[in-house]
DNA sequence: ACTGCCAATGTAAACGTTTCAAATGTTCAT
DNA sequence: ATGAACATTTGAAACGTTTACATTGGCAGT
């Protein structure tokens, strides 16, 4: 009774083919009460466990849905990635789990592994959404995939994303409303993340809306959260800045005890603003203000879209969902610029 | 050329058999280069992808690992699955990801899924290591399986953790030698954890070993981050604490809120410690006292250990790693108790 | 020229399902 | 009695692999 019984022993022990046992697992109505007893039992006995793989071989489908996310280690994935196996268990879909750590290269693998089985649709999240071999390979192989984050340009592929220019933009101005005019924004590299370009993009219009000149940059590299050295040259000497942007919570975070390794408090001397809305930023202090976007929500509906698409009822489309700033204790009024650091 | 074309195409085009075929995809070296490059070119012509699930049908193995957590939600966990995705990858295995929410209920159901996918090994976080039907079912169904972070104490089952009730124990001393006398355990259901129960035998333990009477529990719902309530008669009136040791750093960050939110500073007024030692417990303010485990390596590691086991080399065996003591910033001495809040 | 060997390849039988078409009853009106 | 209509059940052929075993042909040794 270690394991493996197949139906056809379950067949002989309930003293019906092979066939019957089929219909009793996959359609117990279409055969007679006492028959599904009589193969039930037969199951409970032998320990019968169906093989999907089986299945797998001879259905279409395989009931699995591939995801590919950069990381766990950033909550915001974690998160989605919660929504999405918290909605694949209640439609009985199995999750296969992949991770890129923001490497493109990486991305192309996991995804062919993932083709390789025979996954029913993916939910990725990928660098850069927009001149992806992955994008063109699963147009070509014509599988149901939906970007989850990702807000590409192109309209021919599905997504779930906040406007993500907009909520940086949303973000800079806030700051800006407080009497901040020397900001800089904090975002890991635009060749791991393309939101992270379109929110720079974002952080840009802002201040050019407000005739704030140039944007500055602090590029760091994803999973990074030693920020002290990044950071120097923004928050000391002349060029200091009051406020800064960071592109996501993570980020924000790594910024604001950056600050206060610089002697800097938060947001007495600097403000920082982040992007993303993950929990843990609510319970710290100062509570992080966010552009706070649904992140469990939006794995949960990036799985029912996709959904959709492999039964062919939609069409691959744009979700944008609304962002929400929160009110965040993490931003205040610019310190007056006629006493600078040094 | 839209996917699906099979081993039998791939011989055909290149005039050989299918035996071929699959020699050139599973062992090229039997195979002259001639004749493999001929296979490969017919490959690359036809756009075939092995099919995994017929692969699978026939041998014994899967190459596939399931992961079983009670959320992603919590970083900790979500760090040790990218400690796992990470290693498998590196192995060529595919992962199978499944959560409980922390309900008993689920984890069976969710093993029993992975089991029907006939993964070849799992790893699981339980609610409860020790008397838990998953276990039985796995031992019955003679399938290698890892614990992650569950400290069983039957020993005829694998599990890698850090020493919990240990790692209790020395936070609570930690706060014992600041001079506190007054001290609760902040942590969640024992029904859902059971490093939850153990970690609060180590604080019992400890208290009792610094003849400091008995230990006060608040316990509280996973995935609740609001403790102000729950904390209200710890942190207010005469019988308030000068510390708060919590079971896990999740929690910990919730306490810390919930003290500011109760006009209680910490360390000042409160010293609060966690356990886990979550990436992001050292970036806040104060920075947070935890007692760490590695956690993402102990993920690689679970994986590896699983590795071993499946390919029959290794024995289910008890992996206690050690944890470390944080310096942080959210355990200070204790306030003097002629001063009471009310 | 025969034998024996070896390298290269092919044949065919699994693996555990699903499902179509066909077979076997059973019931009932004629 | 006969056969139509129907409810149950079955046989058998896939699905795409892997692999034990058989076959082929070339070549060296005698």
Same mark, same amino acid.
């Given at each position: 009774m270690t394991s493996k019984s197949t139906m056809r022993e379950v067949a002989g022990k309930a003293g019906v083919s092979i066939a019957t046992v089929s219909r009793v697992i996959n359609?117990?109505?279409?055969?007679p009460t006492e028959t599904v007893e009589r193969v039930r039992a037969a199951m409970r006995y032998l320990n019968y466990r169906p093989n999907i793989n089986g299945r797998r071989l001879k259905?279409?489908?395989?009931r699995s849905v591939g995801v590919l996310v950069p990381?766990?280690?950033?909550p915001v994935f974690a998160t989605s990635v919660q929504g999405i196996e918290q909605a694949a268990h209640e439609d009985g879909l199995t999750v296969l789990l992949t991770s890129s750590n923001y490497d493109p290269q990486r991305e192309l693998g996991a995804v062919s592994t993932l083709l390789n089985n025979r996954v029913d649709g993916l939910i990725l999240t990928l660098a850069? $959404?927009?001149?992806?071999p992955v994008i063109d390979l699963l147009k070509a192989e014509n599988i149901p995939f939906v970007l989850l984050f990702n807000q590409p340009a192109r309209t021919d592929v599905a997504s779930i994303s906040v406007d993500n220019a907009r909520s940086a933009y949303d973000m800079t101005q806030a700051m800006i409303a407080q009497g901040h005019t020397s900001l800089a924004m904090v975002a890991g590299r635009f060749e791991s993340s393309d939101r992270s370009k379109q929110r720079f993009d974002g952080f840009g219009q802002a201040l050019s809306d407000a005739g704030l000149g140039a944007a500055r940059l602090c590029q760091v590299g994803f999973?990074?959260?030693?920020l002290f050295t990044p950071l120097k040259s923004f928050l000391t000497?002349?060029? $200091?800045?009051t406020g800064l942007v960071c592109s996501t919570d993570m980020l924000a975070i790594a910024a604001i005890s950056a600050c206060r390794d610089h002697?800097?408090?938060?947001?007495?001397?600097v403000s920082v603003g982040g992007i993303d809305g993950i929990a843990v930023g609510g319970l710290i202090s100062p509570k992080l203000c966010s552009a706070i976007q649904p992140t469990q929500e939006m794995g949960q509906q990036a799985l029912a879209f996709l959904r959709g698409l492999i039964r062919g009822q939609a069409n691959p489309q744009s979700l944008i969902l609304p962002h929400q700033l929160s009110t965040g204790e993490s931003i205040g009024p610019a310190r007056h610029s006629s006493s600078p650091r040094l």
């Amino acid at each position: 009774m270690t394991s493996k019984s197949t139906m056809r022993e379950v067949a002989g022990k309930a003293g019906v083919s092979i066939a019957t046992v089929s219909r009793v697992i996959n359609s117990p109505d279409e055969v007679p009460t006492e028959t599904v007893e009589r193969v039930r039992a037969a199951m409970r006995y032998l320990n019968y466990r169906p093989n999907i793989n089986g299945r797998r071989l001879k259905m279409a489908q395989t009931r699995s849905v591939g995801v590919l996310v950069p990381t766990m280690a950033n909550p915001v994935f974690a998160t989605s990635v919660q929504g999405i196996e918290q909605a694949a268990h209640e439609d009985g879909l199995t999750v296969l789990l992949t991770s890129s750590n923001y490497d493109p290269q990486r991305e192309l693998g996991a995804v062919s592994t993932l083709l390789n089985n025979r996954v029913d649709g993916l939910i990725l999240t990928l660098a850069n $959404a927009d001149d992806n071999p992955v994008i063109d390979l699963l147009k070509a192989e014509n599988i149901p995939f939906v970007l989850l984050f990702n807000q590409p340009a192109r309209t021919d592929v599905a997504s779930i994303s906040v406007d993500n220019a907009r909520s940086a933009y949303d973000m800079t101005q806030a700051m800006i409303a407080q009497g901040h005019t020397s900001l800089a924004m904090v975002a890991g590299r635009f060749e791991s993340s393309d939101r992270s370009k379109q929110r720079f993009d974002g952080f840009g219009q802002a201040l050019s809306d407000a005739g704030l000149g140039a944007a500055r940059l602090c590029q760091v590299g994803f999973g990074e959260t030693e920020l002290f050295t990044p950071l120097k040259s923004f928050l000391t000497g002349p060029d $200091a800045v009051t406020g800064l942007v960071c592109s996501t919570d993570m980020l924000a975070i790594a910024a604001i005890s950056a600050c206060r390794d610089h002697g800097l408090s938060v947001p007495g001397d600097v403000s920082v603003g982040g992007i993303d809305g993950i929990a843990v930023g609510g319970l710290i202090s100062p509570k992080l203000c966010s552009a706070i976007q649904p992140t469990q929500e939006m794995g949960q509906q990036a799985l029912a879209f996709l959904r959709g698409l492999i039964r062919g009822q939609a069409n691959p489309q744009s979700l944008i969902l609304p962002h929400q700033l929160s009110t965040g204790e993490s931003i205040g009024p610019a310190r007056h610029s006629s006493s600078p650091r040094l």
